[in-house]
């Protein structure tokens, strides 16, 4: 069945991010600072968070309801076990025309030659900065940068498209921004830059604390001249360009300061089976009950379906001023995967 349901800003649900885990083994200070996120926090036990049948029959209902695209991510995805074959459920239903990951990429290198022969096609590895002291300084001193780097290589080694995200802080890795492109284009790598983001409530962001689009791009252009490129598909999230002197493609995610909401066809699960039309929205649906308490398939899409229609989220094409709109009860970016 191919049903496309339309919210009230006209936008089809084709997307759906699911996490798969609200743990991290970084704590990045944009997204879980350790004074948030330390020994005490409390993260969900085992029995709060979506089995992988729980995740397959989830999938299996959004796919009925127009997605075609699937990311896993978390928390840090790779710490759930198994999750080589959670991939390769979803990736037998039907309907299903593209998986992707979001990784920090620490452990990548261990686990690439499974998920890729799960199925996996994509991965987006996590990386801020090359220089090990602005890596550490931005994850909370976790991990190496060699590691995240043998991950990339090894998943491109086994097959799987790689893209490299690099998320750009004022003071923090601007310096980094040419040295990680030239690294990437030397290696045939996607690279896309990623606008800072007020996201959940931790982070303390300020609009005088991101690097903006037009920003990073005249950076770009100096070291070697870009130009745009059209998108894969409506609704991608970054802008494309390639060098003109290589085939090569960078893109951007700006959210910040050239949003892009009124393409945004993604559904985002929690690790505890909560639905959130919005990367911002404060509240989510708890599916996890639905599932629980016995409902058939449709009646969760029923419930799913309402909910889509009812949605009217542009946070970002709403968020003008020099401070976050919703100050205090936003969800957190470690609990829905970004
Ligand atoms: N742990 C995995 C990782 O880091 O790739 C997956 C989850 S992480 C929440 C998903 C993406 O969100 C990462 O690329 C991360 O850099 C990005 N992110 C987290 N907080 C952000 C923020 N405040 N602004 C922009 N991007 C952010
Ligand atoms: Fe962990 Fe990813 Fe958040 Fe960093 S961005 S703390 S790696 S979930
Ligand atoms: Fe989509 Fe919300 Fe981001 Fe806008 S702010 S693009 S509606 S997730």
């Known amino acids: 069945m191919d049903h496309v349901m339309r919210d009230k800003l006209h936008r089809p649900l084709r997307d759906l991010r699911i996490s798969v885990t609200d743990r991290c083994n970084f704590r990045c200070r944009y997204c879980m600072p350790e004074e948030i996120f330390g020994p005490d926090y409390s993260f969900l036990p085992s029995d709060k968070i979506l089995s992988f049948d729980e995740?397959?029959?989830?999938?299996?209902?959004?796919?009925?309801?127009?997605?075609?695209?699937?990311?896993?991510?978390g928390g840090e995805p790779l710490l759930r076990r198994d999750l080589a074959k959670l991939i390769e459920r979803l990736g037998q239903i039907d309907g299903v025309?593209?998986?992707?990951?979001?990784?920090?990429?620490?452990?990548?290198?261990?686990?690439?030659?499974?998920?890729?022969?799960?199925?996996?096609?994509?991965?987006?590895?996590?990386?801020?900065?090359?220089?090990?002291e602005r890596f550490l300084a931005m994850n909370g001193n976790r991990g190496k940068v060699k590691n995240v780097l043998e991950g990339i290589e090894k998943a491109a080694e086994v097959g799987m498209g790689v893209k490299v995200n690099m998320v750009v802080q004022k003071g923090k890795n601007d310096q980094d921004i040419i040295p990680m492109a030239r690294f990437f284009k030397e290696r045939n790598h996607t690279?896309?830059?990623?606008?800072?983001?007020?996201?959940?409530?931790?982070?303390?962001?300020?609009?005088?604390?991101?690097?903006?689009?037009?920003?990073?791009?005249?950076?770009?252009?100096?070291?070697?001249?870009?130009?745009?490129?059209?998108?894969?598909?409506?609704?991608?999230?970054?802008?494309?360009?390639?060098?003109?002197?290589?085939?090569?493609?960078?893109?951007?995610?700006?959210?910040?300061?050239?949003?892009?909401?009124?393409?945004?066809?993604?559904?985002?699960?929690?690790?505890?089976?909560?639905?959130?039309?919005?990367?911002?929205?404060?509240?989510?649906?708890?599916?996890?009950?639905?599932?629980?308490?016995?409902?058939?398939?449709?009646?969760?899409?029923?419930?799913?379906?309402?909910?889509?229609?009812?949605?009217?989220?542009?946070?970002?094409?709403?968020?003008?001023?020099?401070?976050?709109?919703?100050?205090?009860?936003?969800v957190e970016m470690s609990h829905i995967g970004g």
């Not at 397959?56 to 959004?62: G, H, K, N, Q, V």
């Not at 290198?109 to 590895?125: E, W």
């Open 97 to 132: 025309e593209d998986i992707a990951l979001t990784t920090n990429g620490s452990l990548l290198k261990r686990h690439a030659a499974d998920l890729a022969t799960a199925g996996l096609s994509r991965v987006s590895v996590s990386l801020d900065s090359l220089n090990e």
């Open 55 to 73: 995740i397959e029959r989830l999938a299996e209902i959004f796919v009925s309801l127009g997605v075609k695209k699937l990311r896993i991510t």
């Open 191 to 330: 690279l896309r830059f990623i606008e800072y983001m007020d996201v959940g409530n931790s982070n303390g962001w300020r609009l005088d604390d991101v690097i903006s689009k037009k920003e990073i791009l005249d950076q770009i252009h100096q070291f070697s001249p870009i130009e745009p490129m059209k998108p894969n598909y409506r609704g991608e999230v970054a802008t494309r360009y390639r060098y003109i002197d290589s085939d090569q493609e960078i893109g951007i995610i700006s959210s910040v300061t050239d949003s892009f909401c009124s393409t945004c066809t993604r559904a985002r699960i929690s690790a505890e089976g909560k639905l959130y039309t919005c990367l911002f929205a404060t509240d989510g649906t708890d599916l996890r009950e639905l599932l629980r308490s016995g409902k058939s398939n449709e009646a969760i899409a029923n419930s799913i379906e309402n909910v889509w229609n009812h949605r009217d989220d542009r946070y970002s094409d709403e968020r003008t001023s020099m401070t976050p709109i919703r100050t205090n009860a936003k």
